[in-house]
């Protein structure tokens, strides 16, 4: 099926352990998004990607690190995970960059680190 | 900069009531605004959208239109289900900014 698809859905890690996550989009679209959600917080934007080769920070960039070099695929890294980053992760994608277009969410990852 | 401010909740609703939930934003240019509901363990779903002043969005019942003059976008439907128990975002995307900005959300809880 088409869609936006995130794995893991769950992930456990240890503190200082480097983990990814995945993101695939089927919809050839060129924009795609990190976000994390937390109580408290709401969701913020990490990093995002205008297009293959583009990325750009967000609000929240630091200890993240993302690459994008097929238009389908955005993986965000952390490469040396810590408590705080234990969060729901969210990934979306836009077909452009304009106003009017909105972004579609995959299911998110929930990861815990210990 | 901008910015989307939502009611708190939870809202909790019998069945077949009204729903209002305010959404107010602060933004330069024109945005679009959007409304996303999220289900307990999933992701965000696009529920509306507007584009400009005064257009009306509307999806599965829910409706929201686009007040320039009062800076809103607030979300309404005639009478809620059980099944529409969720967490409600209210969100713009701005002139000049690639992201979208979230309210905080709010969540819905309806009681049969």
């Known amino acids: 099926d088409a869609g936006i698809t995130q794995s893991p859905r769950y992930k456990i890690t240890e503190t200082g352990r480097q983990v990814t996550l995945m993101c695939h989009q089927t919809?050839?679209?060129?924009?795609m998004f990190w976000y994390r959600q937390d109580l408290g917080h709401g969701l913020r934007l990490i990093y995002y990607?205008?297009?293959?080769?583009?990325?750009d920070k967000g609000e929240v960039p630091d200890g993240y690190v993302v690459s994008r070099s097929k238009t389908e695929n955005f993986p965000l890294t952390l490469e040396s995970a810590t408590r705080s980053q234990t969060s729901v992760y969210f990934c979306?994608?836009?077909?452009?960059?304009?106003?009017?277009?909105?972004?579609?969410f995959g299911n998110g990852t929930r990861l815990t680190v210990t | 900069g901008n910015s989307v401010t939502q009611m708190e909740g939870p809202v909790t609703l019998s069945e077949e009531a009204f729903l209002t939930i305010n959404c107010t934003y602060t933004?330069?240019?024109?945005?679009?605004l959007f409304w996303y509901v999220q289900y307990p363990g999933e992701g965000l779903q696009l529920l509306l959208k507007?584009?400009?002043?005064?257009d009306k969005g509307s999806n599965k019942g829910f409706e929201a239109t686009y007040r320039k003059e009062t800076t809103s976008f607030h979300l309404e439907k005639g009478s809620v289900q059980v099944s529409d128990s969720a967490v409600y975002f209210c969100?713009?995307?701005?002139?000049?900014?690639?992201?979208?900005?979230f309210g905080a959300g709010t969540r819905l809880a309806v009681h049969p």
């Open positions: 979306a994608s836009s077909e452009d960059g304009q106003t009017n277009s909105p972004l579609h």
């Open positions: 919809w050839s679209h060129s924009y």
């Open positions: 990607s205008a297009a293959a080769d583009i990325t």
């Open positions: 933004a330069t240019g024109y945005p679009s």
């Open positions: 507007a584009t400009k002043a005064d």
């Open positions: 969100a713009l995307r701005g002139s000049g900014y690639n992201k979208l900005i």
